[in-house]
C-alpha cells in the first residue's frame, strides 16, 4: 500500500509517499524557519499562510521524487491534531480535496503518534536499525510535547502516557534559553552545536525532576535560572563561558530525559527504549540514551535525524497502520490542537 502523508501542524509544511512497511519513496519538508526566525517563535498566522502558499508545491515534488501520479497512492494521511489549528486546516483541506476527487480513503493522523512510529520509517540505504517489535518505552521530545509512553501498537489508542512535562517541553526550554543568550530561533540545533565545545561541569545545573521517581518532568526552573544567570552576568561574551553555559544546561536536560527513558523501561518491564520528536537530534541525549539501555541491557532504537525533527513520512506511516486495518475518517474530520493521546 503507497499513502500519500501531509503534515502541517507547525512551521514545516511536508509531503511524503511512504509504503505500509515504512519504505520512504519521498519526502518532501518545506521548513518556515526564516520566517519565524525574527520574532523568535512561530507567529500562526504567519505559519497557516505560508502552508497555503506551499502545500500545492511541495505534495508535487514529494510525488515528483517518488516518481508517482496520484493514481498510484492507495490512501491519505494528514496530521489533524495537535498543533495550530489554522496551520492544521490547511493540512486537512487540501488532504479532503484530493481524497474526494481520486476516491480515495482518508486517515486523519495524531502528530504524535507519527513521532513514535517514526522509527520505523526507511530512507533510501538505510538498513540499520531494524525497527523495534511492540510494545516498547518511548520518549517523545519535541518543541510542543515531553512525554514518555508505552506503546503496544502503531495506533493512537495502544500509546499510553507514563508521564509527562508539568510545564515547558523540553524543546521549548532549548528554545527559550537560546533566545535569552541572543542565539537565534530555532535554540535547539544551536545550543547543540556549542554545548558540544563546551565544559558541561562550568555550572554545574541540578536536573530537574532528576531525583524524583515519578516519570514526570519540569524544565520551567532549569529556564528561570538561566534566565537569572543571565540578568546577573550578562549573556557570556567569552566563548568558552557561552559554550560552558550551554553545556551545563544540555547536560541536566538530557540527563533527566535519558535517566526516566530508561526507569520507565525498567518499571513497565519493557526491554526497548525508542526516541522520538525533533530533541531526539540532539547528539549528547542520543548517546546518553543509547550508553544508559547498554548498561541496563535494554534495546535502543534511535531513529536518523531527518525522521526526528517534523516530517510528513512519519504521517504517512502511522496512516497507513490505520488504513492496513480497514480504518478510514469520513468528510467531516476536522483539525483540533489537542492531542488525543
Ligand atoms: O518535533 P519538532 O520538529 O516539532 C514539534 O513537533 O515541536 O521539534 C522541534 C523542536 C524545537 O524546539 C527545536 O529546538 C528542537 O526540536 N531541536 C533540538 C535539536 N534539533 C531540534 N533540540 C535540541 N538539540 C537538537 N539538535
Ligand atoms: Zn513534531
Redesign the pocket.
Known amino acids: 500500500m503507497l499513502v500519500l502523508g501531509i503534515e502541517s501542524?507547525?512551521?514545516?509544511t511536508g509531503a511524503a509517499i511512504v509504503q505500509d512497511d515504512g519504505t520512504v519513496l519521498s519526502d518532501v519538508v518545506q521548513s518556515q524557519v526564516d520566517l519565524h526566525a525574527r520574532y523568535g517563535g512561530v507567529v500562526p498566522e504567519l505559519a497557516s499562510r505560508d502552508h497555503a502558499r506551499n502545500i500545492d508545491p511541495v505534495v508535487r515534488e514529494a510525488l515528483a521524487r517518488a516518481n508517482l501520479g496520484l493514481d498510484a497512492i492507495d490512501g491519505i494521511a494528514v496530521t489533524n491534531r495537535p498543533?495550530l489549528v489554522g496551520a492544521l486546516l490547511v493540512g486537512v483541506q487540501f488532504a479532503k480535496g484530493i481524497a474526494w476527487a481520486r476516491g480515495l480513503p482518508l486517515v486523519g493522523v495524531d502528530?504524535?503518534v507519527g513521532?513514535l512510529l517514526a522509527v520505523f520509517l526507511r530512507r533510501r540505504g538505510e538498513t540499520e536499525p531494524p525497527p523495534p517489535e511492540f510494545p516498547f518505552v518511548a520518549l517523545l521530545?519535541?518543541?510542543?510535547?515531553t512525554a514518555i509512553y508505552h506503546v503496544e501498537g502503531p495506533t493512537a489508542a495502544q500509546c499510553h502516557e507514563l508521564g509527562a512535562t508539568r510545564d515547558d517541553?523540553?524543546?521549548?526550554a532549548?528554545?527559550k534559553v537560546?533566545k535569552l543568550l541572543g542565539l537565534g530561533?530555532?535554540?535547539?540545533?544551536?545550543?547543540?552545536?556549542l554545548a558540544a565545545r563546551g565544559d558541561p561541569t562550568k555550572f554545574p545545573q541540578k536536573a530537574p525532576m532528576a531525583s524524583v521517581r515519578s516519570l514526570e518532568f519540569s524544565f520551567s526552573g532549569i529556564k528561570s535560572r538561566m534566565a537569572r544567570h543571565v540578568s546577573e552576568h550578562g549573556v557570556p561574551r567569552d566563548e568558552a563561558e557561552l559554550e560552558g553555559l550551554c553545556a551545563s544546561f544540555?547536560r541536566a536536560v538530557t540527563d533527566v530525559l535519558a535517566n526516566k527513558l530508561v526507569q520507565a523501561a525498567q518499571m513497565t518491564n519493557v526491554s526497548r527504549v525508542v526516541l522520538?520528536?525533533?530533541?531526539?537530534?540532539?547528539?549528547?541525549?542520543r548517546e546518553r540514551v543509547r550508553s544508559l539501555a547498554r548498561a541496563r541491557g535494554l534495546e535502543c532504537f534511535v531513529p536518523p535525524?531527518a525522521s526526528?525533527?517534523?516530517?510528513a513520512a512519519m504521517i504517512a506511516y502511522a496512516g497507513a497502520a490505520r488504513l492496513c486495518r480497514g480504518e478510514k475518517d469520513g468528510w467531516d474530520l476536522t483539525a483540533t490542537s489537542q492531542t488525543s493521546l
Open positions: 501542524s507547525c512551521d514545516e498543533g502528530h504524535l513521532h521530545v519535541s518543541g510542543g510535547h517541553a523540553a524543546g521549548e532549548f528554545d537560546a530561533y530555532p535554540g535547539g540545533p544551536i545550543i547543540d552545536r544540555q522520538g520528536g525533533g530533541v531526539a537530534a540532539n547528539r549528547e541525549l535525524l526526528c525533527t517534523d516530517n
